[in-house]
C-alpha cells in the first residue's frame, strides 16, 4: 500500500508520523498500519507525531481516538505528539476531544513520557 | 508677488488645473514631492497622480465633479510619484470660477504627509502590543512552568485571546505547564467558565497542563451554584499553592535547605524530587 505515513520502531516505541495533507483514506490506513505494527513488533508505545497537521477534521480524531482504544485493548499505550496551537484551537471550538488520551508537547517529551509508567494525572 | 509665494512654499505642491483636469502650473515642491520636470507634466492629465486601481475606479473624474459642485474637494489617500513610488497625501482641489461663475479650472494643494501618517501607525501598533500584553501577560517561571495572571471581567473576545496567545507562548517555551490565576478577576459567569473550560481542553491537547490558582470563595460559591463542573481542572486556591501544583507536575520540590544537606540558611530552594 502506497501512502505517507511513516511508522518506525525505536525500542518498544512505534513512532508514527502522519503527513500534513492526510487525506480520509490515508488516515483509514493509519489504524490498519498502526494495529499491524504493534502485533508485529511487540510494541508497547505508540507515539503519534501530528506537529505536521495543519487541520483537524472530526474523521481524523474519531479514527485517532478509535485507534487509541484499540491500542489498549492490545496492552498498549498512545501518545499524540505536537499538536499544533491553531489545530487544538479548531478542534476544541468544533467540540473534539480526545478523551482520555495522552499528549505530550513534542516527540521529545512524548519519548521521556513513554519511559515512565503511566500515571493518574493529579486532581 | 504672488507667484513668488507659490514658488517659494516648502510644504505644498501647488499646481492649477483645466476643466478637464490637464496639468496647467507647476511649482517647485511639486517637482519634489512628485518627481516630474514641469514640462514633462504640463498638459497631462492629472491622473498621473492616482494609483491604478484609483484611476479604475474612476476617482480623478469623481474628484473634479465634487468640486466642481460643492467648490471644493478634500481627501487623504495613497498618490503615486514619477518613479511608480507611493506617498500619504492631504489633497485639496478648489474650483476656480471667473466673474460670470463660469468654470476656469482647478487649484490643487498636495501635501505629503507620509511621515505622519508612519508615526501614526508606530503608535497605533505600539499601543495595541501593550493592550495585548496587558490583557494576557505570560510570565515563565520556571523552566517548563509559564503564569499567566488574569486581571479585570473576562470577556469572550478576550478569552479567545487569551486562548490563542496562551497556546503559542506554550509551544513557544516548550512548557508542559501553565498556571492561570484568576485571583484578579471580580466574578466568573457561566459563559466566562466555559471558555476557561475549553482553553484547557485545547491546552491538553497541545499536551501540557492547567492549574488554575485563585479560586476564592466567592468564585467557588458561584461556581458550584452555576453547576459549572471544573472536577477535571486542577484548582488551588493561592497561587503559591498552584506553583507547587506545578513544580510537582514537572517532577519537582521546593524542599527547605537544610533538608536538600546546606545548613546555613534558612532560606528555600528548588530541587528535583
Known amino acids: 500500500m502506497q501512502n505517507n505515513i511513516s511508522v518506525i520502531k525505536v525500542r518498544d516505541i512505534l513512532l508514527v508520523t502522519m503527513p500534513p495533507d492526510a487525506d480520509d483514506p490515508t488516515i483509514s490506513a493509519l489504524q490498519e498500519q498502526v494495529l499491524g505494527a504493534m502485533e508485529r513488533y511487540q510494541a508497547q508505545n505508540v507515539l503519534l507525531d501530528i506537529s505536521g497537521v495543519e487541520t483537524l477534521d472530526s474523521f481524523f480524531a474519531r479514527t485517532v481516538s478509535e485507534t487509541a482504544q484499540m491500542v489498549t485493548l492490545m496492552g498498549g499505550r498512545t501518545i499524540i505528539a505536537g499538536m499544533r496551537p491553531a489545530v487544538a484551537v479548531t478542534a476544541t471550538q468544533i467540540g473534539l476531544t480526545l478523551g482520555n488520551l495522552e499528549t505530550a508537547l513534542n516527540v521529545d517529551r512524548a519519548l521521556d513520557m513513554a519511559a515512565t509508567p503511566r500515571r493518574r494525572k493529579p486532581r | ?273
Not at chain 2, 474650483?95 to 501614526?120: H, I, Y
Not at chain 2, 466568573?188 to 492549574?211: C, K, N, P
Request: charged fraction near 25%.
Open chain 2, 1 to 273: 508677488m504672488l507667484q513668488l509665494l507659490v514658488d517659494s512654499v516648502k510644504d505644498y505642491a501647488i499646481i492649477m488645473l483645466d476643466t478637464e483636469g490637464r496639468v496647467l502650473t507647476w511649482n517647485p515642491t511639486a517637482q519634489r514631492l512628485k518627481g516630474w520636470k514641469a514640462d514633462e507634466i504640463i498638459g497631462q492629465n492629472f491622473s498621473r497622480f492616482y494609483p491604478a486601481e484609483d484611476i479604475e475606479k474612476g476617482k480623478t473624474q469623481m474628484e473634479l465633479k465634487v468640486a466642481e459642485r460643492e467648490g471644493r474637494f478634500e481627501d487623504e489617500g495613497w498618490r503615486v510619484r514619477k518613479d511608480g513610488s507611493r506617498f500619504w497625501a492631504n489633497v485639496s482641489i478648489t474650483a476656480l470660477r471667473d466673474k460670470d461663475g463660469t468654470l476656469r479650472g482647478f487649484g490643487k494643494v498636495t501635501r505629503d504627509l507620509t511621515e505622519r501618517r508612519q508615526n501614526e501607525e508606530k503608535l497605533k501598533r505600539q499601543a495595541q502590543e501593550i493592550l495585548e500584553m496587558a490583557t494576557v501577560p505570560v510570565v515563565p517561571v520556571w523552566e517548563g512552568v509559564i503564569l499567566v495572571p488574569l486581571i479585570g471581567t473576562l470577556n469572550s473576545e478576550r478569552t479567545q485571546h487569551l486562548m490563542e496567545r496562551l497556546l503559542q507562548r506554550i509551544t513557544e517555551t516548550n512548557s508542559p505547564v501553565a498556571v492561570l490565576d484568576i485571583t484578579g478577576v471580580p466574578t466568573i459567569d457561566t459563559q466566562t467558565a466555559q471558555h476557561l473550560i475549553e482553553t484547557i481542553a485545547a491546552v491538553r491537547l497541545l499536551g501540557a497542563e492547567v492549574v488554575l490558582t485563585g479560586v476564592r470563595p466567592t468564585i467557588a460559591q458561584t461556581l458550584v451554584h452555576l453547576g459549572i463542573d471544573l472536577s477535571n481542572v486542577i484548582t488551588r486556591s493561592s497561587l503559591s499553592a498552584g506553583l507547587r501544583m506545578a513544580l510537582g507536575l514537572i517532577d519537582m520540590s521546593v524542599v527547605p535547605k537544610v533538608a536538600a544537606g546546606h545548613a546555613q540558611a534558612p532560606c528555600r530552594t528548588i530541587s528535583p524530587s
